[in-house]
């Protein structure tokens, strides 16, 4: 961006590069380096660029969620929107209700099974439009009798399959 024009008083603005603290993601520990910067000479208008900002929240999440150290409710609270789950959905995928989810995010600490719960969830998940809400709610809390689990081989991937699929196989 040469000759970038400041949007308040359309004087020159001069490119640098920068640190900044990132506290529009909510946590006050995150500092981003060579942050391309422009500043405008006449009226002091600063302008961060911040490219690749959702290989950004990628990289600060998979950072949060494998520090070894407890998360703190700022970071739960990233994490939960990284995931996008709304707190009613962060709740139902956890296991807990509405409330104990809105505490974990402002003031109380996690229990350690959540905790690695919700760093798996961040390790594994790809942050997405849909979420299996649906089925989690469906799991019982009733303890019922073992049902096998089929699957067969797909050269380098194993599939799910019914037990009906299994009968007209062996047939």
Request: hydrophobic letters at 35%.
């Amino acid at each position: 961006m040469k000759n970038k024009k400041c949007p308040k008083c359309r004087g020159e603005m001069r490119t640098n590069v920068t640190q900044h603290r990132y506290t529009e993601s909510g946590l006050d520990s995150v500092v981003l380096a060579n942050v391309p910067t422009y500043e405008c000479g006449s009226c002091g208008e600063r302008i961060l660029r911040i490219p690749a900002i959702e290989n950004l929240h990628r990289a600060i999440a998979f950072a949060v969620a494998r520090k070894p150290s407890r998360l703190t409710s700022a970071e739960v609270r990233f994490l939960r929107k990284y995931l996008g789950l709304s707190n009613r959905d962060f709740a139902k995928t956890m296991g807990v209700t509405p409330e104990q989810s809105s505490r974990w995010t402002t003031s109380e600490s996690m229990g350690a099974s959540a905790e690695r719960l919700l760093r798996l969830l961040v390790e594994r998940l790809e942050p997405a439009a849909e979420y299996p809400i649906e089925w989690l709610q469906q799991i019982s809390d009733e303890r019922e009798q073992v049902q096998p689990i089929y699957l067969r081989s797909r050269k380098t991937r194993w599939e799910p399959f019914s037990e009906t699929e299994l009968d007209e196989a062996t047939q």
